[in-house]
Each structure stands twice: as C-alpha cells, then as structure tokens.
C-alpha cells in the first residue's frame, strides 16, 4: 500500500539557513512524487514533482528536492530560507490513476 | 486565470444539521476532486470526478456524505446529518487530466473550514 512518513511535525530554522525537509514513501512501483507548500487559510500550491528523469528537481521559491530510490525518500531543500517560506509543507506520493497520498505535513517556523 | 473557487470559506453548524459546500474548478479542467483535511493532517481524498463521472468514490462515507457535478463543471459536496467529527477542512481540486499516463498537477482552492458543534 502507498503511504508517506513526514518524520518531522516541526521545524524551525533562522532566516538565511538552509533547510531540509524530510519525506520517505511506500509504493510497489515507480512513484510520481510532489512537495506542497500550505500557508494559513490557504490551499496547497505545488512547489515541485517528480516523473522521472533527472533525480534532482527544481521548484518554485528557489526549493529543490532528490530523490533517491534506495532510501525511498524526497527530501525538499533551499538553501537560504525567508520570512515569507514559514507554512506547512506537504509531501506526496502518487501513481497511475491518479490516487495521491499525502503526508502528515511539516509546519515550517522561520526564526528573524 | 481565477483559480479553483470555493465557497463558503467558513461555516458552523450544529450537528444533525445539514450543510453543502460549492466548488468552481479551474476552466477547462475535466478531473475536479474533493479532499477532506482534519487538524495537523494532509489531505485525504473523499471523491474524483471526470467531467460528471464519479470515477473514484471508495473513501466517501456514503451514508451521510453526498456529492454532483451535474455539467461536469462546478460540484456540491453535501453532508447530512453532520456530526461532530465531520469538523474539517474540505478542500476542492482540479486538473486537466493525463499527460501520457502521469497525474497532472492538482489546483487547489482555499478550502471550506467546516466546524460542528
């Protein structure tokens, strides 16, 4: 069965460190993989997925995430955080047919 | 481009009451889900649509829980009789559908802060 393990409820980190968010997943095949990003009252917005190709992917808001499939995770990097990054963020974790697990989320708190 | 809209954004009921939540999907796009988010949790899926077909329903608690998309456009989620528990954030998505058989990204509205009391 799929599922998704965001070890960390949360973080805080400086403003200008870098940061890394974790992910692990479950999935019998070749997993489609996302990272959302929720501000309060708000919807998600994706910030990245991965298909296939290229284990390192580039988002929006300067993150980045990899993907390694012998650890089956897809950590979400940046490396200087921002005021305005503070939300909670959302990996996930889908295949054919479009069922999409999410994880738990990791609340983001960014220290001044 | 408007994105997907929700409404209402807040409502508080007393249980055994019913509500309806509305969701206007992004133009053009065919797949419109609805998701359920509890407290510290990530979304959980409640219902797919394609155009007006309820393609995936498995997790809708159909005894109390009901959804359309009658024009395979806009949805009502409908719950009756809420109860306690049902206290929750609903959130609606859509997408265009399939891209050489991988998920197209999902758009989400702001969602629908569901409280019971």
């Known amino acids: 069965a799929q599922s998704v393990t965001q070890p960390d409820i949360h973080i805080t980190v400086s403003e200008g460190a870098s940061l890394e968010l974790r992910c692990n997943y479950s999935y019998g095949a070749t997993p489609y993989l996302f990272w959302y990003v929720q501000s309060p009252g708000q919807g998600l917005q994706l910030l990245l997925k991965y298909f296939s190709g290229d284990t390192l992917v580039q988002g929006i808001k300067g993150f980045e995430a990899e993907f390694k499939r012998s650890q089956s995770s897809f950590n979400l990097r940046k490396p200087s955080v921002h005021w305005s990054d503070a939300a909670e963020y959302f990996c996930?974790?889908?295949?054919?047919?479009?069922?999409?697990?999410f994880g738990a989320g990791t609340r983001l708190f960014v220290k001044a | 481009e408007a994105g997907v809209v929700q409404s209402p954004r807040y409502k508080i009921i007393e249980k055994k009451q019913p509500v309806a939540f509305w969701c206007n999907p992004i133009s053009g796009h065919n797949t419109l889900y609805w998701y359920l988010q509890n407290l510290g949790q990530g979304p959980e899926l409640l219902i797919r649509y394609e155009n007006e077909e309820a393609v995936d329903d498995s997790q809708l608690p159909k005894d109390r829980f009901s959804a359309e998309r009658l024009k395979g456009v806009d949805s009502t989620l409908k719950i009756q009789p809420a109860e306690l528990g049902d206290s929750a954030v609903y959130l609606c998505a859509s997408s265009s559908g399939t891209s050489g058989g991988t998920p197209d990204t999902q758009y989400f509205g702001p969602g629908t802060r569901l409280t019971v009391l």
């Open positions: 996930a974790v889908g295949g054919g047919g479009f069922k999409t697990i």
